[in-house]
């Protein structure tokens, strides 16, 4: 979809906007598309105080659809600003899909890496090892709203004895030479990262490869190479890995590698892998380093080819938000994250917070044994024999339960917006991210349990302000 066909269907969007604005379960304090489907956080950066979160977007269908790179802006993270689409598919080699991919930001210039999706349709193709084009397409902005001519640097041919599916770049720098971080998948079905080295940010050549020592999934997707208080971490998503007990039971995984890594004598150790996020609906983090030197990482509040569904909304002409942005920190070597301190600007102190639909929790335990925590009518929050547990059997359109062990429940930190729930544990050491869909929006809190409460506070949570 070029500009010009993106412009002549503004009126299907106007269409989906009033089906919009009838749904009771539209969020306020996340992200959501302007009408449509929103997925993959995309290019997140913030350039000359201004921060850029690009996003997924098909602007004229909630299911699935034509990929273009939405854009909203912000400064301070309570305000934002939407533009119109910042990519759109109008090259032959993108002609299926501007795809997820990523921003770096050098000489006062962000330079944008994503993959440009074409999809062959003269025969019958399997779209694993033939059918389909994955190339990495490069462009260059001044300003982050407009850019240069797009560039193609790789394409299939470049990707060494991989499948079809090499996408979702990220560049990083170190000692003065760039590297491209790739998610793939091999032709033996083995989920991977390729990385490509350049010494100008336009030529690229093979540079090494990272996977398990053991098979873990068939594809690697959207990987983030970061760094965090001196300790390097690969996010990334993996499909095709099996559930084992209460770990591993979305239908694809999120979450993280510890990493040791020698760029110049390709050399790395790989640790074990830890979820990022328990909950039902997160995928496709990506991270930034924003001008305070935060690492920020926001996901999908969503998940590929899941069994439960979004009905209410897609009814309504919407699917999908992005999750609230989080800042990553490292304790006893595992990421923990926190939501970022702007959002205390949205809290209002109330004395009675159940006749409030968006609410902000927080319980502090001085000690706790076992709890059942019951939210609006029917999210409850479980702790026991060691395991919490969030069971939305009966607001989930399919969602039921999932969980995790802690050695113990110190605190909950809860945001609960009309449609969804961020449960942040023990000050960010789980999370648990899921949409939900409550018949009773007015908040109900019922604790109970064998424990003994240090604080409990709550907050009504003022929307975001979407200047247009």
């Not at 080699?93 to 440009?116: C, H, N, P, W």
């Not at 062959?120 to 001519?149: L, P, W």
């Not at 009773?440 to 907050?459: A, D, H, M």
Request: aromatic letters at 14%.
């Amino acid at each position: 979809m070029d500009k010009k066909e993106y412009i002549n269907r503004l009126n299907e969007q106007k269409k989906l906007q009033e089906m919009m604005s009838r749904d009771r379960y539209l969020l306020n304090f996340h992200l959501i598309p302007p009408s449509g489907w929103l997925n993959d956080p995309n290019g997140l950066c913030q350039f000359k105080g201004i921060n850029h979160i690009y996003y997924q977007y098909t602007p004229f269908d909630a299911t699935w659809g034509m990929k273009l790179w939405g854009h909203y802006t912000t400064e301070d993270w309570i305000t934002y600003k939407e533009y119109e689409p910042f990519l759109f598919s109008d090259v032959k080699d993108d002609r299926d899909g501007v795809y997820s991919g990523s921003a770096f930001i050098k000489d006062d210039e962000i330079y944008f890496y994503y993959t440009g999706n074409v999809k062959y349709t003269d025969k019958k193709y399997d779209y694993i090892s033939a059918g389909r084009e994955q190339n990495t397409i490069m462009v260059r902005s001044k300003d982050g709203f407009t850019y240069d001519e797009k560039r193609t640097i790789l394409k299939n041919s470049d990707y060494p004895n991989m499948s079809c599916h090499v996408r979702d770049p990220q560049i990083i720098e170190r000692d003065g030479v760039f590297y491209m971080v790739l998610g793939a998948r091999d032709l033996e079905d083995r989920g991977c990262v390729l990385i490509y080295s350049s010494k100008d940010l336009e030529n690229w050549s093979y540079h090494m490869r990272i996977d398990s020592q053991e098979k873990f999934g068939y594809m690697w997707e959207c990987p983030n190479l970061i760094e965090i208080s001196g300790k390097m971490f690969l996010i990334c998503c993996p499909q095709g890995v099996e559930q084992v007990g209460i770990d591993y039971a979305n239908i694809y995984q999120c979450g993280y590698f510890p990493i040791d890594i020698d760029f110049e004598g390709k050399e790395y150790a790989l640790g074990k892998f830890v979820e990022l996020d328990r909950g039902f609906d997160i995928y496709a983090p990506q991270t930034f380093t924003d001008e305070k030197g935060r690492k920020i990482l926001i996901g999908w509040m969503g998940l590929p080819d899941a069994s439960y569904t979004n009905e209410e909304t897609v009814k309504n002409g919407w699917q999908h938000a992005l999750t609230l942005p989080r800042e990553l920190k490292v304790k006893d070597g595992k990421i923990i994250q926190l939501p970022l301190e702007e959002f205390k600007k949205l809290r209002v102190e109330q004395e009675n917070i159940s006749t409030f639909e968006n609410i902000e929790l927080i319980f502090d335990f001085e000690s706790c044994k076992e709890i059942e925590l019951l939210l609006r009518e029917s999210i409850k929050i479980i702790y026991r024999a060691g395991i919490l547990t969030l069971n939305l059997e009966k607001c989930g359109l399919g969602r039921d339960e999932r969980s995790v062990r802690l050695e113990k429940l110190e605190s909950l930190n809860i945001f609960l917006d009309n449609s969804s729930i961020e449960i942040f544990v023990n000050s960010g050491e789980e999370v648990f991210t899921s949409r939900c869909y409550c018949e009773i929006l007015e908040n109900r809190v019922n604790l109970s349990g064998e424990y003994k409460l240090k604080e409990f506070k709550g907050y009504e949570i003022k929307k975001f302000e979407i200047l247009k």
